[in-house]
């Protein structure tokens, strides 16, 4: 997937971008007014300074302006679900090599209570309870670039409970309170069942008491994953088959720490980095985890568990559970890694284009203002001076080299660093 990020400055091959993914994302809108009011915004999140809201798009003195936006943007009943699906199957036909689907999660922490989903709750990413709300992104990831394509945004029960706030968001009826994975996991679970999308693996965080329903979730639809879990994740091992008898049940740091001896050296290269980096990796079957209150699944394969140490780490670090076992130990291990291109890509391009900017009080809205944040991501990515490169069907533009921020010429432009997980690698027993 060729990775172009344009200068600030680009104006003209970021509108150039703009208008194609317009007539590319933007058909299902039925009026040509929607499709000029989207194009408008989507030109305010690439070139607006500062907050991305709907005041600053407008302009000073821009008021009628400002009222349009608010119409297309908070109550307009437009459907983003089409334009999500639009962009991932368009990504999908132009990537150059798409490895996996990343769950992303984004919290964005609000000062009031009217924001639509905010309220006081623990955060795992920030490690204490804050004021925010929490969405989750779904990207389509490759070495080079990754692109959010659907979005999830969770609703504690004080708004999906109360009639009265829940009308005044416009919440639909169909939704509830569920948790950030929950949320993910069923997104996901749609737009493998709707979307018309190659499976590919979903790579997420999983905490200890949602694992057993993740897994069962995508077991059901024969979704591939690469979990991220916790070192004190009891696993079960062994049974049939071994000299002991069995299942046994340990932390998987302690069975991870018993088979150091199998450990597999492999070479890499850090996302947006140059210098080469070592891992050692070593892995187990071990038996699906059983969801509370469930009867045991019908016999399946054994998933597998992978663990992680650092070149001079004396204790593993890193730990993952996937149904994908027939893949290679450094395979599993850059597929896990892709969660880095996502950190990436969301800090230099998803939040300069506005994505925890919105600031409108609606479910609609906040959904509205995503969909046209990551319409506006691929712009920044992809754009190039024609535009031809986002033509359906058009081989990506190359990855070669291009004039820098800082106003080098491509003769003087450092070379290009190796792409992260395709580096000259060594694996072996250590």
């Known amino acids: 997937m060729a990775r172009v990020v344009l200068p600030e400055d680009s104006t003209k091959e970021v509108s150039d971008a703009i208008d194609v993914l317009i007539s590319l994302f933007f058909e299902s809108l039925p009026r040509r007014d929607q499709r000029n009011w989207a194009r408008v915004y989507l030109n305010g999140l690439v070139r607006t300074t500062g ?57 964005i922490e609000k000062a009031g209570d009217a924001s639509v989903g905010v309220g ?133 740091r302690e069975l991870i720490e018993s088979l150091r001896s199998r450990r597999r050296v492999v070479e890499w290269t850090r996302h947006g980095r140059t210098e080469r980096a070592v891992t050692l990796l070593t892995s187990a079957a071990i038996l699906a985890p059983l969801a509370e209150g469930r009867p045991p699944p019908a016999p399946t394969a054994p998933l597998l568990l992978v663990g992680a140490w650092t070149e001079a780490a004396l204790l593993p670090s890193e730990f993952w559970i996937t149904n994908i076992g027939d893949r290679p130990l450094a395979q599993l291990f850059l597929l896990a890694k892709l969660t880095d291109r996502v950190s990436l890509d969301f800090a230099e391009t998803c939040e300069p284009v506005g994505i925890r900017d919105f600031e409108g009080r609606s479910f609609r809205g906040w959904h509205h203002h995503a969909t046209l944040a990551s319409v506006a991501h691929a712009a920044r990515l992809l754009g190039c001076a024609t535009g031809r490169a986002l033509e359906p069907g058009a081989r990506p533009p190359s990855p070669g080299p291009s004039r820098s921020p800082a106003g080098r010429s491509p003769a003087t432009a450092p070379p290009r660093p190796p792409i992260p997980g395709q580096a000259a690698r060594r694996e072996y027993i250590r």
Do not use: Y
């Not at 297309?72 to 090599?97: C, G, M, N, Y």
């Not at 309870?129 to 979005?151: R, Y």
């Open 51 to 107: 907050k991305k809201t709907i005041r600053n798009i407008a302009g000073a003195g821009a008021g009628s302006v400002e009222q349009s936006l608010q119409q297309f943007i908070s109550k307009s009943p437009w459907d983003w679900t089409p334009v999500r699906r639009s962009l991932a199957q368009h990504l999908e036909r132009t990537a150059q090599r798409p490895l996996a689907w990343v769950v992303q999660p984004m919290v």
């Open 120 to 252: 006081r709750q623990f955060v795992p990413q920030l490690g204490r309870t804050a004021n925010c709300q929490q969405a989750g992104g779904i990207w389509l990831v490759s070495s080079e670039a990754g692109f959010p394509v659907e979005w999830t945004l969770t609703l504690p029960e004080a708004w999906t409970g109360e009639p009265l706030r829940r009308t005044r968001a416009g919440i639909p009826d169909t939704a509830r309170t569920l948790t950030p994975a929950q949320d993910a996991v069923h997104a996901v679970q749609r737009m493998a069942a709707t979307w018309q999308l190659q499976r590919r693996p979903v790579v997420m965080d999983v905490s200890n008491a949602e694992l057993p329903h993740c897994v069962a979730a995508f077991a059901l639809q024969d979704i591939p994953f690469v979990f991220k879990v916790d070192g004190s994740l009891p696993v079960s091992f062994g049974g049939a088959g071994r000299h002991k008898p069995g299942p046994h049940t340990a932390p998987a």
